[in-house]
């Protein structure tokens, strides 16, 4: 069974918030790389530095 995230402030998460939520639900790394870089590219994440939005290419 699969745990359910709790809702968060979504100013208040960073990178590693983003990464350490996607892996308690993948199965292993090279899953949570895959979704992670998804999230990114399809506009679902949007990275910022002090409120300035930042692009972020995944190769």
């Known amino acids: 069974m699969k745990k359910s995230l709790k809702s968060t402030n979504r100013s208040a998460m ?9 892996s308690s ?3 292993n790394l090279n899953e949570t790389a ?10 679902r994440v949007r990275l ?7 692009r972020a ?3």
């Open 25 to 27: 639900c993948s199965k």
């Open 14 to 22: 960073t990178f590693g918030d983003l990464v350490l939520a996607v």
């Open 34 to 43: 895959a979704a992670v870089a998804d999230l990114i590219e399809s506009g």
């Open 48 to 54: 910022t530095n002090n409120g300035r939005a930042l």
């Open 57 to 59: 290419r995944v190769a």
